[in-house]
Structure formats: structure tokens, C-alpha cells
């Protein structure tokens, strides 16, 4: 048998929910009324069963799944594609806490977002019975009936006070088609555009943009306002090589040096050279030419000042590095890449 | 005072007795709350002046578009012809750009922090101000997340911070502060948006239900489809609550990372461990400062005189006073442990802000944020004056503008170097740049005040529903009915 869909309205609390009571002595089962109304009533207030309450749970789940993608940027990212770092633990424990906490949080939110969505099934873009004095402060009262009951429960609800009715026969469950357009659009937004920042990203739509960085008005490296040189001064940029002579006061290869170069390449150096010195680092296949073997013959029949120049004064797609290296520590590393000689 | 279960508020009649009938009207003055109306009226009065375009309206955004336009040539210049053309030398390489950063999430913490903690609280005055305020935090974030990307000069390379594969196999690295910076902020933005939405949803349903034309279609699938039933209510109540008690300690996170970013360099005058909260109740004062300007901008401009009434402004500037008398209190501990150490560079710090070249800007900066709110605020006059409390406010703002200000240009000039210590002078394309970030806030908030109601009705109602007055006595006071859980 058809059923019918009648709403009714009222004005206050009250008379609402000594209706729903007769309607339900009439035998109109809780899940068949629906109560709508502009402000948040306590089913209490209406003599209502609690409603199913989930997006706490649902929320919960997604503070796990925040927790595992976290895991995963922190932990698993940096063990699948290692990253010398300095000496420094390649996952280290208190920034992954930060990380950890960030991406609880916005699982836990998401997920009540998304929960809020799923459990009031929205978006809802078919036709539903409805009144829009309901965002007026009224109170709609909806009773899905069998036919046969419909102009009972109507005489019912004008007698306790509804003062506008509506009444809709139940259209069986047809697929809407602009849900589907909708979820669609959703969907294709979301490929379209993780596809255009992959495309980026590796490079396969390159963009180039206008820069003039490189020649840009600045003031260049430690040129600070300074007073002139004096007129019989010889220029010179940085330091130099004098035949046979050292460029600093060298620092004896012992045992307390080596370990000390060895510990500041792996902060300096390594990143580009690579943790054994081999010229293999991740970061290595961005330069051309690629950062050199230090293990290699050539580089280590360079001379200790040579090499001392280098660091200094960078050489190629090298920077220098003075501003990470004191002149003693310097020598330092000099010691160390000594040691890697094959 | 009795009333009749099946009236409705709006239409329930005055007490016989003529002194209780004084007092009640005297309430109703007072409180929102207590001075139901027909709720046709009230739906009106918020969807009204959203129609209301005139040539003041079209003169002001007009004015701010031209500055956001300005702010995008600035920015592509700056692209094309590299970040030299800012002040930006050594030794102080963070200058405007991060004080604006930081100051626009700092005004980006207030919202939240009403909207969720006061509903936590169960504030009742929270009730017409929340959307006002978490609307702020939106747009303020979008600025502040803006800027460390104009502070790189690279912009085109932001998408480094994202974790996502690329040919180069490297990945962020949670070592540093920086990504710890865009994984709140992410974090922060994207659950304010999404609780300023979920809270939007029943007022989208009244604007679908009172509007015609572009405005319905908008509003129709924008409201998803709400009906106000017993299972959307519950739903939308849950959903509300787990975002106000998850959301406060993300709010709590993101400035204490900003902090870090400087607390964890060894800088001089950064590396301090009080930094983490000093820098939150920072946040939360200049925020408190800047809804009350909102409130009173919207007021004003809308014509919001009867949802917006003197208890707001009361309330809020307690709230500015409690907040001041905190910044306070923290910023003498940002100080002790560096005065009592009388490290070099510290003293020389200290100096340079007493009696050196930065003494004007830190005096100012005491005067706002100290001098003038311990010495206006503690009276409901002033608080409820809004000239008074506006012009606080926006002083408020200078003073704490000019608290980053000190904290990063100005410290990072000095360090245990003397030979690199530097001035920084703010350059014209940083300037501009941050009189357009301004001016971006104030256009998106002026366009989104026309398109959707800038009082959470839903809210209101509820109040006025739950709020009623008690006879003791002779008097009638006001109680509020706190039903279940």
C-alpha cells in the first residue's frame, strides 16, 4: 500500500510533542516521524527516542588514521629514501611528536566533518517534504503513514494545534541523478588536480618563470657598509695560494682531528658527496658535473691547500663553505677526507 | 514569572505588575538574549543588510581591491627581480614579511578561541559574535599563510613543503621548525573552515529559505540539503564539540610552533623557552583586539545595533584586559632570566630597546599594550563606549604589531658578532605588500558579509529559547536552562 508523507506545523514545544505522543498511541512507530525544527530541541523536550549518535565514534577512528599517516610522513617516508642528515637520527623522536600531534588533530576533525556528512546522508539535492517557515521557528512534525491513516493523522494534527498542513504521497527510491553528478565532479576535481601537482612535481610540465634573481640589486656576500680600502692597497678576493705555502696554519692529522672532520663532513659534506664520500648522495644527480668521488686518485692528489681552497672558496656548483667551517676546522675535514683515500 | 507553555517567547505577554513589567523591559535593553522577537524579524534583520549596496560599500571595496591588485604587481615585480629590492640585508633577513606572518595568525587565534572555548564554557554572550570572529580567523590565516611564501622569494617552489612524491626523492624534512610551521598551520586553517562551516549550515538553510534568484541556488547547495531534523541537530552538536575540544589545543600548537621557529635558532633574544606560551597569549590579545574592531566595523556598517549590544563589547573588553594583565606577566619573563644572566649581547639588546635607537618603538608598544588597557578597561563605561573600545583596540593592534616588530627586525640586527650588526629600514615593496595583506583581509570580509549572515541566528534563537527570567523577591533575574549532557 502507498504511503503518504504529512507534515504539519506547529508554534511551540508543548503541543509538538503532545501530538507525537497521540501519534504514537495510534500506533505511528517512532522511526516514521520526523520532528524539524530551526533551533537544537532535546529529544527529551519532545518525548523522542535519542538519536543514533556516531560522528564521536567516527571521529575517533580518523584520530587512528591521522595517527598511522603521520607515522608514515615521519617514519616510513625518511627509512624508504634516507636522507643523511648531519649525524642527526634520521627519524628523530620530538619533532615526530610535533608532526604526530598535527596529523591526529586534523584526522580527528576531518573524520567528524566527513562523519557529519555520511550519518545526515548531505548532500541532499532531490526534493524532500519540507517548510521553509521551519527556519522561522516553527516546529514541523513529519508522519509517514499508510494511506488508509492519512486523513486521521491529519484531523490529529490540526486538532493539537498545527496551523499549516502539507501532504506528499512517498515517491519510491529512484537514483538521483545530481547526487551522482555531484559525487562525480568531487571525484574528477580531486584527480585532476593531484594529477596537475604530480605532473609538476616530477618535472613533466615544466614551468619556467621569469627571474633575474642572480642579478638582482644587493648587496653581495659580506659586503657590508665598510670603510674604503686605503689607496696602495692590493686587491685580493679571499684567500689565495702562495706557492709552497699553506693556505692557514695547518692542523696536525691526529687521531681527536680526524673524528672531529669526520663528524663535520657528515654535516657539511655529505649531503652532496655522500655519507662513504663517494660522490653518491641523493642529492648528487642534481648537479652537473655530479659532486666529485673524494675517494678518487685525482682528488686526492690535490694538495691539502687545494683543498682547503675548495671549502673556502667553492668551486663550480659547490658553495663555499666558510660560513659553516671555522679556518682549524677546515684542516679538520681536510684530515678526514685523507682517511677515505682507496 | 509564569509563563504559557504553548505561547511562543516572541509573543508572551508583559507581567501585570507594573514594576516587574519596568525590570523586564530594562532586561530585554540589556540582553540579547532576553529580548526574543518574531523570528521573521530577526531572520530579516541579518538577510537585509546583506542586500544593502551603497556607494559607501562600493567605494570601500572598490578601494580595497585596488590595494589587493597593488599587492599582486608588487609581488610579481618582487618574483621577477628578486627579493633585493626589499630592505632585506644582513644580517637581518626576516623582517616585515614574518612580522606580518606572525602577527596575521595571531589575530587568526581569537576566533577559534571564542567560538570554541567560550561554547565550551557554555558562554552564553558568545552566542551573536562567534561568526564574526571565526570568519576573521579565516581570512587572517589566509594571509598569514601567504606570507612565508612572499618571504621566499621563490614562490613557485612552495610546493616543496607539501609530502608529496617527486623526481627529486626528497622529501620535507620534519626536522625543521619551517614544516612543522606549514603542518599546523594546514592543520589550523583547514578545521577552522570546516568548523566555520558545519556551524554556517543551519543559516544557510534560512538564507535558502528566504532568498530568491542567485542567491537560493547558492544557499540550496551550499545547506546541503538541511532540514533542522532531530538527527541533523544531533549530528551537528557532536560534530561541534569534537572540533571545540580538538581545535583548542591545535590552536594552542600553532602559535607555540610559530614561536619556535625563532626559540629554536641561537639567536640572541630568541632562544628562550617562554616563548612557546608568551607567543599564545600574544596571539589572543592582539585577536581579542581585532574582533572587537570587527564587531564594531559589522555593527556599524550592517546595521547589527540589536544583536550586537553593550554586554558584547562588555564582555569582550574583560576579556582584552584579562589577556593584557597575562601578555604582561609573560613578557617580564621573556625579559628575567636574560636580564639576571647579563649575558653581552643580551645587555646590549636590552640597552638598544631602554635608551637606544628601538626606545621609541618599545615604549609605544608598552603604552599600548600595558599603559592604556590597565588604565581604561577596568571600567564598564569605557568597555561599553564603542568609540573607547574601538580606538583601544586598534591601538591594541599598533602595540602588538610592534611587539613582532621588535622581536624580529629589531633583535636580529644585533648578535655576539659586533662587526655584522645591521639596521633594517622597511623598503616601499614590503610596505605596500603589507598595506595589501591588510586590505585583503578587509575586501574578503567585506564581500563575505554580503553573501552569508554574519549572526549565527540558529544560535540566537537557541539562547533566546533557553534564557528567561526567574522571580526572586521582588526582582527578576535572569536564568538559563541547561538541558542533558
New interface residues.
Partial sequence: MAEVQILGLF?????TADTIGILRQLGVPDEKI?????????????G?P????R??LI?LIGAGLGLLTGLF??FG??LL?P?E?GG?PIT?IP??L??L???I??G???A??F???G??R????KS?L?D??????HIGVLAEVEAALADQVESILKDN?AHHLRRETSSPRRTDVRLTAFWATVAGAVVLLGAV??L????VLK?R???????????AY?Q?PRRSAPAEAIPIQGPVLIDGQPASEPVPASAESVQRGKELFSITCAVCHGPAGDGNS??SG?FTPRPVDLTSTPIQDLTDSEIYLVITQGRGGMPNMAENLGPAERWDVINYVRTLAK | METTHDVPIWRRPPPEDTELSHQLEHERRQHLLLDPRYPLDIDGGVLKPMYRHTWRFWLVTALLAGLVLLFGAIWTTQMILGLGITGLNRPVMWALYIVNFVYFIGIGHAGTFISAALRVLKIEWRRPISRAAETLTVFALIAAAMFPVVHVGRAWKAYWLLPIPTQREIWPSYHSPLIWDFTAIFTYLTCSILFAYIGLLPDLAMARDHTIGWRHRLYEVLALGWRGTEREWANQETALNVFSYAIIPVMFSVHTIVSWDFAMAVQPGWHSTVFGPYFVIGALFSGAGAVIMALVLIRKAMHLEYFLRDEHFDGMGKFLLLLSLTWAYFYFNDYLVPWYGQEPVEKVLHQLLATGSAAPLWFLMIFCNVVLPWTTLWSRRVRTSIPAIFTISVLIQVGMYLERYIIIPVTLGRNEFPYSWGVYLPNWPESLITVGAFALIGLLYVLFSRIFPMIPVWEVYEGQVLQGLRRIGRALVPTKAEPGD
Fill in positions: 508554534h511551540e514545544a508543548t503541543p520526523t520532528v524539524m525544527s530551526g533551533i537544537p530541541y532535546r529529544p527529551e523536550m519532545l523522542r535519542r538519536p543514533r549518535r560522528v564521536a571521529s610522513l615521519t617516508i625518511f629514501y636522507l642528515q642527526q628523530p619533532p615526530t610535533i608532526i600531534f598535527e596529523t588533530m586534523l580527528t576533525m576531518w567528524a566533518f562523519g557529519l556528512l550519518e545526515n548531505f548532500p541532499v539535492f524532500q519540507y521553509p517557515r521551519i527556519t522561522e521557528g494545534g601537482t604530480l609538476i612535481a616530477y618535472d614551468i618563470f621569469p627571474t633575474n634573481m642572480a642579478e638582482q640589486d644587493s648587496t659580506l657590508g641523493p642529492l642534481f
